[in-house]
């Protein structure tokens, strides 16, 4: 009785959203309701899984990636023009081959410290202030979404999905730290930053926008009040995902746990159409070896950059920048396949 409706919650948890417009635009309150209701269930019908150590967890966990996208978001309010203006000088200075190189590589590895979402915002800007084709600014989003994406789940204070990660791994046997995913991600993660700002580099740009062709534009402003209210929205969507891994934890450990190295990395493409965070708090556990993690991580990171859902920088960009899920998937799937292909070959070595 107990499995079965956790079965269910996670069916709803990853359908709904994609599915039901109210869902997607309230998913932080949904997600968070699901979270209670799970661990309720296990609470009632299972193990005794309520106390004061969860709920202090779930008050706690949120603070430091809330904190930094609160700081950073205020920063880009307040020097909006300013960034602006730099940007289209290095543009100018660097020509637009180098200067995407060197835009996506840097988004990637700050991303960690600036947050995944501060980054894409970052991106927008960008993206905005520059007068090249739409073809190639959507491609350069679309590079730059998964540099990001791979860069901040270095740090927990990167994006959700490592925030939760190491929330999940925090006790025996990993006793995991803020540098812990830097650590054992580090070596597949900033390689694959480098190849993507290598691939943005070989795409070639029109001189201006093509004829009868617009480049992308932010749709909408920042506001201030819009940096709280997002700020908020985030705070509650790690509480929500901390109820929703400790409340998927008989599931984990019944049917996820003993699967291999390989069929956890390319399971996790789903990530593509499904938020990896919340498939990171329905996977991830300490009774994992290390080998595994990685795998689902890796899965998760990549896949995540294939089509607009997948991962948060895809759909902030998407949503201000109006790219359609068609135009996305054009560029993001083929990309986001073989480097799949690459990263598989790369876990087969290591592993033999």
């Not at 700081?71 to 180098?98: C, D, H, M, P, Q």
């Not at 998927?248 to 996820?256: A, E, G, H, L, Q």
């Not at 080998?291 to 991580?297: C, D, E, G, W």
């Not at 899965?299 to 895809?314: D, F, H, Y």
Request: hydrophobic residues 55%; contains cysteine.
């Amino acid at each position: 009785m107990l499995e079965l409706s956790l079965i269910a919650i996670v069916l709803v948890v990853l359908v709904l959203p994609m599915s039901v417009n109210f869902v997607e635009r309230n998913l932080e309150a949904f997600l968070f309701l699901m979270g209670v209701l799970s661990v309720s269930l296990v609470h009632f019908l299972g193990e005794p899984l309520w106390s004061l150590r969860l709920v202090r967890e779930s008050l706690v966990e949120p603070v430091m990636i809330t904190a930094a996208v609160l700081v950073v978001g205020l920063l880009v309010f307040r020097f909006k023009n300013t960034i602006t203006g730099v940007i289209v000088r290095v543009e100018r200075a660097l020509g637009s081959k180098l200067f995407c190189f060197v835009l996506v590589i840097a988004l990637g590895i700050l991303s960690s410290v600036i947050t995944a979402i501060m980054a894409a915002i970052i991106l927008v800007e960008v993206v905005s202030a520059l007068k090249l084709d739409k073809d190639f600014e959507t491609k350069l989003v679309v590079f730059g979404c998964f540099s990001i994406g791979l860069g901040a789940a270095l740090t927990p204070i990167g994006e959700p999905l490592s925030t939760i990660c190491i929330a999940k791994l925090r006790g025996e046997p990993y006793h995991a730290d803020f540098f812990f995913l830097l650590r054992h991600l580090g070596l597949f993660v900033i390689p694959g930053i480098i190849a993507t700002g290598i691939v943005s580099y070989l795409v070639e740009p029109s001189v201006g926008p093509v004829a009868g062709q617009e480049g992308l534009a932010g749709k909408t402003s920042e506001t201030f009040t819009g940096i709280f209210v997002r700020a908020g929205k985030v705070y509650l969507f790690i509480m929500a995902l901390i109820f929703l891994g400790a409340g998927f934890k008989p599931i984990i450990d019944r049917y996820v746990i003993s699967l291999p190295v390989q069929a956890l990395y390319w399971i996790n493409t789903v990530s593509a159409v499904m938020d990896n965070a919340t498939l990171t708090a329905a996977e991830i556990s300490p009774k994992m070896s290390l080998a595994q993690i990685q795998a689902v991580l890796m899965g998760l990171l990549i896949a995540g950059g294939m089509l607009i859902p997948g991962n948060i920088p895809n759909i902030v960009c998407a949503g201000k920048l109006g790219i359609r899920s068609r135009d996305w998937a054009r560029i993001g799937v083929p990309f986001g396949f073989v480097i799949m292909v690459v990263y598989f070959i790369v876990f087969e070595i290591a592993n033999l």
